[in-house]
């Protein structure tokens, strides 16, 4: 089935709420999707609810930040749960509380430091929730819970307090506050590999390496010269429990063409399954892929479920 299992929405970094990703996805023409949030699931049950109302299949699903010092992994794990309905996601959501709490007392952190070098008492978390919150209606008080706060919303929140630059994009905001930063630096917790993948499999869910390339800066030539490496992760993440590897948009058909093939002939005869997705974002950003990339997926292994 024609498949894009790799979306983000409001819930995390995206610009769109579920419902709104739904109809985009429906109107691509796809089969099935998935909302992957960054550390939340805050989303997915509105999300997979609109999608069934539409007649798309839809998994329960999210990335993960983990970071992984063995082989210098600071990346992602995306995580696809087919029978959330039946057997719920306990375990993971209880990993990604903590992280969630921690996302959102590095914002509080920024915050602070916003107020003293802009010299503005307003800039406070109830305010910039309402900015955020702002087309969203009303929100319970699991739906804030929920939310996965990053840069993101502090670079877009200091924009539309006219603090920042009306040309300013988030990667010179990056550049220019945090590397080296004005912000003193904060370093998130986040999961080991291991961990996050057993939590995973403690609701029955599958483990997915994303965007497999990023690590290669997307050049098929660099993977190429560093084979060896590159085999050596994918051992590692198989030891480690990781169940797939996406097949991901690479900004160009050609790219996306050739790294894919990379990945998929060393990745398969260790076991991996493959997925595919565009890592959208939404409408109104640099990441808006909906309708440049997806791909006919088989379905995940028995081990688990049946599509």
Request: include cysteine; glycine fraction near 8%.
């Amino acid at each position: 089935m024609d498949a894009n299992l790799h979306l983000h929405s409001r819930f995390s970094d995206g610009s769109s709420w579920p419902e709104e990703i739904a109809l985009d996805a429906a109107g691509q023409g796809l089969a099935m999707a998935a909302l992957t949030d960054h550390d939340t699931l805050g989303g997915s049950i509105r999300f997979a609810d609109a999608c069934g109302r539409l007649g798309l299949k839809a998994v329960q699903a999210c990335e993960i930040d983990v970071v992984e010092p063995e082989i210098d992994y600071k990346s992602e794990i995306l995580a696809y749960f087919p029978r959330a309905a039946s057997k719920g996601i306990t375990a993971t959501k209880a990993l990604l509380d903590g992280v969630l709490e921690g996302r959102r007392k590095r914002l509080e952190y920024f915050l602070y430091w916003s107020r003293t070098i802009f010299r503005r008492e307003d800039l406070c978390f109830k305010d910039i929730l309402k900015f955020r919150l702002a087309s969203a209606g009303p929100a319970d008080e699991a739906t804030v819970a929920s939310l996965s706060w990053s840069k993101v919303d502090l670079f877009l929140y200091l924009k539309e307090k006219g603090l920042l630059s009306p040309k300013s994009n988030y990667n010179n905001f990056k550049k220019d506050w945090f590397v080296p930063g004005r912000f003193p630096k904060y370093r998130l917790s986040k999961p080991t590999v291991r961990a996050c993948v057993e939590a995973i499999h403690a609701d029955s869910g599958f483990a997915v390496i994303p965007h497999f390339g990023h690590l290669w800066n997307d050049d098929v030539a660099a993977m190429e010269n560093d084979a060896a490496n590159f085999e050596s992760k994918l051992r590692h993440f198989r030891a480690r429990g990781v169940d797939g590897i996406e097949m991901y948009w690479y900004l160009g058909n050609k790219r996306t063409e050739e790294i894919n093939a990379f990945v998929a002939a060393r990745a398969a005869p260790l076991g991996f399954f493959f997925t595919f997705g565009s890592d959208c974002h939404g409408s109104g950003t640099d990441k808006y892929t909906m309708g440049k990339f997806s791909g006919e997926f088989e379905g995940f292994p028995e081990k688990y479920a049946r599509y």
